[in-house]
């Protein structure tokens, strides 16, 4: 007798694809264009992996950036069928049948360098400019020890230390893609992380910097940062209590 | 045209030990980073259960059990001098951590909270102990996350995508090393006082990892090239619980929380195997009886996995038959091992809160690498004598704290601990030492030729074909069990596919973001070092930790207690050195 049924067809039946990208070689292009490339897949592979067929038996000059392939690093944010997703984590059995066509453009608001490889620095300098650490100028417990927090004060924030810093969320902000200089989900998000924790000190320094004009204010509750976090980070909320500290003055 | 920069220390790596070491290094020298990645892309940010420290916060607990627990673990290859100085240090490093701002779970009275993990006991019961630090099953991520917040904070200099393709020596003392933007495809030389390389595993030389893609050993190969030699290449971890056929860890934290594996017949089989510690055995023992019971045909179906079973009634029932008051739920671990639970969700479509999860052992942690002392120094040979200026720390780094085999945990702990050792001796070198000169349009010239012979070589060899029979031969010769014959046949693959990568021939032969270049270099990297691997391996007749000769079955401390050291120059030499026993004499290894 089996004690358990056995795990199968989960893992076979091959499937054919068609994989548009959007290219551009900045050595030879003035412009991107579409290239399409046709792959036979697991249903259970991952858009990587079929982007990695492409690459490594078919046309080795497309680029991208990828590093974990389980959804952790953060490398490979795209635009997948129109709507931003990293590529190691969504499966392709989820986004497509047997012959269609999957189209996989580079992440939108940042320039793009090559096919799917985007400049990240504006994203970072967003992410640098508020304060993304912890400030606490008290003298440290004497007994040499941790400081103490509470379960549920740690919780209070748990929900923004998820962030992977992948640009999912800020690349699907239509505020965003209107005006660069808006610092974007991802930085407010990383200031909740901090502005939360009952440890830190520096909670109206970085209220201040997201009240400024390219702050906390060009949010206009579209939710596409919600949809598109892979780490499953309630984008919209979180920049919805930032906002109504910023409102209330009170930090709770 | 090639630029220059000048530094008094760098560090290559941005991952845990790469950062601890730039934020030690920095408080008083001019320090820059180095990584092919942007930093929280690093491989330290997916590890998921823990960080060992004996902080005594829910059990009693000792840092003398921590290091007695890792030198067994580490089936007495470890050299006990470093293993003190690590699990004592591992106390204040974490709490250092905390400070900092990482975001460990709490206990009700808000002390950092601790959980159970493989091979991590009380000395006196022999039961398991409390002892990893943990934030959720991501405490690697929380990590990495504050270390690169602090580094911004202290306003280190980082170079972001920038790869690393040799190092330099002259006279046995390092300078700096070379590297190649990818933005551009230009070559910098970064002229130091003292080097220290932390840039994590190897482990894509085999197809079943856990490993990130990243991780392809490009800098322990570019000391192999360099006449430098590398410690205990034989030693490679297999991490028991990977996800079926994709290697994604599932982290040991799943079995701390109480999961347990079973077999075909719905038998918890590690009571059978190591009927005290069972399912928290360490990591080599369990990977080799996962693979026994396959072998045996107790594989689900008779295929070549187990189930690990994390279902709360299930471990609920575990508890009761081991006599543990402690009960679970599905809301408790939802909270514990929210990543891991989603692993499964995403990639198998499996509940695994409904049903076992699908599991087989992954190419996981090089215990071995670059040679060094407890100060990170590395070393160039056998007798100890130093590199001057070139330090290692973190997974790439041989101190030697993990021995045959790394209990779980002890990543993290290696990381912190030696990366901040590593950034102070570096900084301490740093100031009594000068530049010594360089030839810096040799070293450009050099670099970039290397690259260009990849770029316009034109044979008719696909680098992945090659990437991928190494792959296959490495899980297939050199995983969890090898035999002579079998390791003598990988080697003769190696050697097959080192002279077809002579051949290769790449389609982008641009400069700017040109990663098919890069892959085919680090290709070129893996080879090296699957070849010393191989080597090695052979060369141990005998069984210890991760390294398990079915030829040579028992661990023979007459003749093999000792490590290896591996210089690649044609061929491998391989010289050996004493393992430093202080405390505790190796003794057999019953769980």
């Given at each position: 007798?089996?004690?358990?049924?056995?795990?199968?067809?989960a893992f076979?039946?091959?499937?054919?694809i068609n994989?548009k990208?959007k290219?551009?070689?900045p050595?030879t292009d003035k412009?991107?264009?579409w290239?399409?490339y046709?792959?036979?897949v697991?249903?259970t592979d991952r858009?990587l992996d079929?982007l990695h067929e492409i690459?490594?038996?078919?046309?080795?000059?497309?680029?991208?950036r990828?590093?974990c392939a389980?959804?952790?690093?953060?490398s490979?944010?795209?635009?997948?069928n129109?709507?931003?997703m990293?590529a190691?984590k969504v499966?392709i059995?989820?986004i497509?049948?047997d012959?269609d066509t999957?189209?996989?453009?580079?992440i939108?608001g940042?320039?793009?360098i090559?096919?799917l490889i985007?400049d990240?620095?504006?994203?970072?300098a967003?992410?640098?400019?508020?304060m993304?650490?912890?400030?606490n100028?008290?003298?440290l417990?004497?007994n040499?020890r941790?400081r103490l927090q509470?379960?549920?004060?740690?919780e209070?924030?748990d929900?923004t230390?998820?962030?992977?810093?992948?640009?999912a969320?800020t690349?699907?902000?239509p505020?965003?893609?209107a005006?660069?200089?808006?610092v974007?989900?991802?930085?407010?998000?990383q200031?909740?992380?901090?502005i939360?924790?009952?440890?830190?000190?520096?909670?109206?320094q970085?209220?201040e910097?997201?009240s400024?004009?390219?702050g906390?204010w060009?949010?206009?509750t579209?939710f596409n940062?919600?949809?598109a976090?892979?780490?499953?980070?309630?984008?919209?909320k979180?920049?919805g209590?930032?906002?109504e500290?910023l409102?209330?003055?009170i930090i709770q | 045209?090639p630029?220059y920069?000048q530094?008094d220390?760098?560090?290559?790596g941005?991952?845990?030990a790469?950062l601890?070491a730039?934020?030690y290094?920095s408080k008083s020298v001019n320090?820059a980073?180095?990584s092919?990645?942007?930093?929280?892309?690093?491989?330290?940010?997916t590890?998921?259960g823990?960080?060992?420290?004996?902080?005594?916060?829910l059990e009693e607990?000792?840092?003398?059990?921590?290091a007695?627990?890792?030198?067994k673990g580490g089936?007495f290859?470890?050299?006990?001098?470093?293993?003190?100085?690590?699990c004592?240090?591992?106390i204040d490093?974490?709490?250092d951590?905390?400070?900092?701002g990482?975001p460990f779970?709490?206990?009700?009275d808000?002390k950092i909270?601790q959980?159970?993990?493989?091979?991590h006991?009380n000395n006196?019961t022999?039961k398991p102990?409390?002892?990893a630090?943990?934030?959720?099953?991501?405490?690697?991520?929380?990590i990495?996350?504050?270390l690169?917040?602090?580094c911004i904070?202290n306003?280190?200099?980082?170079?972001?995508?920038?790869?690393?393709i040799?190092v330099?020596i002259?006279?046995?003392k390092?300078n700096?090393?070379?590297?190649?933007?990818l933005?551009?495809?230009?070559?910098h030389?970064f002229?130091?006082?003292a080097t220290?390389?932390?840039?994590?595993?190897?482990?894509?030389?085999?197809k079943v990892?856990?490993n990130?893609?990243?991780?392809?050993g490009d800098?322990p190969?570019?000391v192999?090239?360099?006449?430098l030699p590398?410690?205990?290449m034989e030693?490679f971890?297999?991490?028991?619980?990977?996800?079926?056929?994709?290697?994604i860890?599932l982290s040991?934290a799943?079995?701390g929380?109480?999961a347990v594996f079973?077999?075909d017949?719905?038998?918890r089989f590690?009571?059978r195997y190591?009927p005290?510690?069972?399912?928290l055995?360490?990591?080599?023992i369990?990977s080799?009886?996962?693979y026994t019971?396959?072998r045996?045909g107790?594989?689900?179906?008779?295929?070549d996995?187990?189930?690990?079973?994390f279902?709360p009634?299930q471990i609920n029932k575990?508890f009761?038959a081991?006599g543990n008051?402690?009960?679970?739920?599905a809301h408790?671990?939802?909270?514990?091992l929210p990543?891991i639970?989603e692993?499964?969700?995403?990639?198998?479509?499996?509940?695994?809160i409904?049903?076992?999860?699908?599991i087989?052992?992954?190419?996981?942690?090089?215990?071995?690498?670059i040679p060094?002392?407890?100060?990170a120094?590395?070393?160039a040979?056998e007798?100890?004598?130093?590199?001057?200026?070139?330090?290692?720390?973190?997974?790439v780094?041989c101190?030697s704290v993990?021995g045959?085999?790394?209990l779980?945990?002890?990543s993290?702990?290696?990381?912190?601990v030696f990366?901040?050792?590593g950034?102070?001796?570096m900084?301490e070198?740093?100031?009594?030492?000068?530049f010594r000169?360089?030839n810096?349009?040799?070293?450009?010239?050099?670099?970039?030729a290397?690259?260009d012979?990849?770029r316009?070589?034109n044979g008719n060899?696909r680098?992945?074909?090659?990437?991928k029979?190494m792959q296959a031969?490495?899980d297939?010769?050199v995983?969890?069990y090898r035999t002579?014959?079998g390791l003598?046949?990988?080697i003769?693959?190696?050697?097959e596919?080192?002279?077809?990568?002579?051949?290769?021939?790449?389609d982008d032969k641009?400069?700017k973001?040109n990663?098919?270049?890069?892959?085919?270099?680090?290709l070129?990297?893996?080879?090296?070092?699957?070849?010393?691997?191989?080597?090695?391996?052979l060369?141990?007749?005998?069984s210890?930790?991760?390294h398990?000769r079915e030829?040579?079955p028992?661990r023979?401390d007459?003749?093999?207690?000792k490590?290896?050291?591996?210089?690649k120059?044609?061929?491998?030499?391989?010289?050996y050195?004493p393992v430093?026993?202080?405390?505790?004499?190796?003794q057999?290894r019953?769980?």
């Amino acid at each position: 007798m089996r004690a358990f049924p056995i795990l199968g067809a989960a893992f076979s039946i091959p499937m054919k694809i068609n994989l548009k990208i959007k290219r551009f070689n900045p050595e030879t292009d003035k412009k991107p264009h579409w290239e399409t490339y046709t792959v036979e897949v697991e249903p259970t592979d991952r858009v990587l992996d079929a982007l990695h067929e492409i690459k490594w038996n078919q046309d080795g000059t497309l680029a991208l950036r990828r590093s974990c392939a389980h959804g952790v690093c953060g490398s490979d944010a795209m635009r997948i069928n129109g709507r931003n997703m990293l590529a190691c984590k969504v499966l392709i059995q989820n986004i497509a049948k047997d012959g269609d066509t999957v189209t996989v453009e580079p992440i939108l608001g940042l320039p793009v360098i090559k096919d799917l490889i985007v400049d990240m620095e504006p994203f970072f300098a967003h992410y640098r400019a508020v304060m993304p650490y912890l400030v606490n100028n008290d003298p440290l417990p004497e007994n040499g020890r941790e400081r103490l927090q509470s379960p549920a004060d740690r919780e209070r924030y748990d929900d923004t230390t998820k962030c992977i810093l992948c640009a999912a969320c800020t690349t699907s902000c239509p505020s965003f893609w209107a005006r660069g200089e808006y610092v974007g989900p991802a930085a407010i998000v990383q200031a909740h992380r901090f502005i939360f924790d009952s440890r830190d000190q520096a909670a109206q320094q970085r209220l201040e910097i997201l009240s400024a004009q390219d702050g906390v204010w060009r949010c206009r509750t579209v939710f596409n940062c919600t949809e598109a976090c892979p780490r499953g980070i309630q984008v919209t909320k979180a920049i919805g209590e930032v906002k109504e500290a910023l409102r209330t003055g009170i930090i709770q | 045209m090639p630029q220059y920069h000048q530094f008094d220390a760098l560090v290559v790596g941005a991952g845990g030990a790469g950062l601890m070491a730039a934020l030690y290094a920095s408080k008083s020298v001019n320090t820059a980073v180095i990584s092919k990645l942007y930093p929280t892309r690093s491989h330290t940010g997916t590890a998921q259960g823990g960080i060992s420290a004996a902080l005594g916060n829910l059990e009693e607990d000792k840092w003398e059990w921590h290091a007695y627990d890792t030198i067994k673990g580490g089936d007495f290859l470890c050299d006990q001098d470093a293993v003190d100085i690590m699990c004592r240090e591992a106390i204040d490093a974490v709490i250092d951590l905390e400070h900092m701002g990482l975001p460990f779970d709490r206990t009700p009275d808000g002390k950092i909270s601790q959980r159970r993990f493989g091979g991590h006991t009380n000395n006196e019961t022999k039961k398991p102990v409390m002892r990893a630090c943990h934030a959720a099953d991501r405490t690697g991520h929380m990590i990495l996350q504050t270390l690169y917040q602090n580094c911004i904070k202290n306003n280190v200099k980082f170079f972001d995508e920038f790869q690393v393709i040799d190092v330099l020596i002259e006279d046995g003392k390092c300078n700096g090393v070379v590297a190649v933007q990818l933005a551009t495809g230009e070559i910098h030389v970064f002229h130091s006082k003292a080097t220290l390389i932390a840039t994590g595993g190897f482990g894509k030389m085999w197809k079943v990892t856990s490993n990130a893609h990243s991780l392809t050993g490009d800098l322990p190969a570019a000391v192999l090239r360099r006449g430098l030699p590398l410690e205990d290449m034989e030693f490679f971890q297999f991490h028991p619980t990977g996800v079926y056929k994709l290697g994604i860890l599932l982290s040991e934290a799943a079995r701390g929380e109480g999961a347990v594996f079973i077999n075909d017949k719905g038998e918890r089989f590690m009571e059978r195997y190591m009927p005290t510690l069972k399912d928290l055995a360490p990591r080599d023992i369990c990977s080799r009886c996962i693979y026994t019971e396959i072998r045996e045909g107790r594989g689900i179906g008779g295929k070549d996995y187990v189930y690990l079973d994390f279902r709360p009634e299930q471990i609920n029932k575990y508890f009761e038959a081991d006599g543990n008051p402690k009960r679970i739920d599905a809301h408790y671990l939802e909270t514990r091992l929210p990543d891991i639970i989603e692993f499964a969700r995403v990639y198998q479509g499996i509940d695994p809160i409904k049903e076992p999860v699908p599991i087989q052992p992954t190419a996981h942690y090089a215990m071995g690498g670059i040679p060094t002392d407890n100060d990170a120094r590395v070393l160039a040979d056998e007798t100890g004598r130093i590199v001057e200026g070139l330090y290692a720390a973190g997974e790439v780094a041989c101190v030697s704290v993990h021995g045959a085999n790394r209990l779980g945990t002890n990543s993290l702990v290696d990381l912190v601990v030696f990366g901040k050792r590593g950034g102070i001796a570096m900084a301490e070198y740093c100031k009594q030492a000068s530049f010594r000169p360089i030839n810096r349009d040799a070293a450009a010239k050099e670099g970039a030729a290397q690259l260009d012979r990849i770029r316009n070589n034109n044979g008719n060899e696909r680098p992945h074909a090659i990437r991928k029979e190494m792959q296959a031969v490495m899980d297939d010769k050199v995983g969890v069990y090898r035999t002579g014959a079998g390791l003598e046949e990988a080697i003769d693959k190696i050697h097959e596919l080192q002279a077809r990568y002579k051949r290769i021939r790449i389609d982008d032969k641009g400069f700017k973001w040109n990663t098919d270049l890069m892959e085919a270099w680090e290709l070129g990297a893996l080879l090296d070092l699957a070849e010393v691997t191989a080597f090695a391996a052979l060369a141990r007749t005998e069984s210890r930790g991760g390294h398990y000769r079915e030829d040579y079955p028992n661990r023979d401390d007459v003749n093999f207690l000792k490590h290896s050291m591996a210089w690649k120059n044609g061929t491998i030499t391989l010289k050996y050195k004493p393992v430093r026993i202080t405390r505790i004499q190796p003794q057999e290894r019953k769980y």
